[in-house]
């Protein structure tokens, strides 16, 4: 079984940045894509990022084009959400999960998840 650990989330102004993290342990860890979730109160999970762990080709929401990006760290089993320009609408709490099969931007196609890092942004 895959263990994920979340990282970075706080309390930033409007107009600030965080950097989030996601450390992945296990028996085996080689999935196709690792992805970062987030879930606002009384919202569904929403897709934020992904990013393909073999190809680093990454995806990201429209909502947070321009602002977030999703790196990897093949060696460290990592997987990193840099986010700037924050937003009050982006207040959440952030996962990361491994990819499973089927859409990426589903989070039924995530096997597993993290304990979730909570973001706050204010006005």
């Known amino acids: 079984q895959v263990q994920l650990v979340e990282s970075g989330g706080g309390l930033v102004q409007a107009g600030g940045s965080l950097r989030l993290s996601c450390a992945a342990s296990g028996r085996a860890f080689s999935p196709s894509f690792m992805g970062w979730f987030r879930q606002a109160p009384g919202k569904e999970r929403e897709f934020a990022a992904a990013?393909?762990?073999?190809?680093?080709?990454?995806y990201v929401a429209d909502a947070v084009k321009g602002r977030f990006t999703i790196s990897r760290d093949n060696a460290r089993n990592m997987v990193s959400l840099q986010m700037n320009s924050l937003k009050p609408e982006d207040t959440a709490v952030y996962f990361c999960?491994?990819?499973?099969?089927?859409?990426?931007?589903?989070?039924?196609?995530?096997?597993?998840w993290g304990q979730g890092t909570q973001v706050t942004v204010s006005s």
């Open positions: 999960g491994v990819h499973s099969g089927g859409s990426i931007y589903n989070s039924n196609s995530y096997a597993a």
């Open positions: 990013i393909g762990w073999g190809s680093g080709r990454t």
